[in-house]
């Protein structure tokens, strides 16, 4: 039963790792900006991967405290409330090293 749970518990730790990996949390955001981060978000957004990742991580809180963005900003808001403080440091690390 001790073991059964150490299991589990190593499991849930994988997870939770592999939730914070930046290529895996980019995932949910290539879709519309592309695996690269090289495309203009459903036609309208700037291309993020030529950006730093203090601006990548400004854009984001802003987007998250409605504090930043354009005529779509709604769906960049439903993104980012999903994310930490935290996840958004590994993104927007992560989106800067892309291939430009
Ligand atoms: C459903 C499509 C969609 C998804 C999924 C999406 N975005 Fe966006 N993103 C947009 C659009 C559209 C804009 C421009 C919004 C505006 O008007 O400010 C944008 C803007 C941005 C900007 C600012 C660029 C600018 O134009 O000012 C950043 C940074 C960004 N997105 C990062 C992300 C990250 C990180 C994810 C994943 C967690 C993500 N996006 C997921 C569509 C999307």
Do not use: P
Not at 27 to 47: E, R
Not at 85 to 91: G, N, R, T, Y
């Amino acid at each position: 039963m001790k073991k059964l749970i150490l299991v589990a518990l190593a499991v849930f730790a994988i997870n939770a790792m592999a939730a914070s990996d930046g290529a895996t949390l980019f995932k949910n955001c290539a879709g519309c900006h592309g695996v690269n981060a090289q495309k203009k978000a459903l036609g309208f957004s700037k291309v993020i991967n030529s950006w730093k990742a203090d601006k990548i991580e400004s854009a984001l809180i802003g987007y998250k405290k409605g504090t930043y963005g354009g005529a779509m900003k709604g769906i960049m808001k439903t993104q980012a409330v999903r994310l930490s403080d935290e996840k958004i440091k590994i993104l927007s690390k992560y989106i800067s090293t892309l291939k430009k």
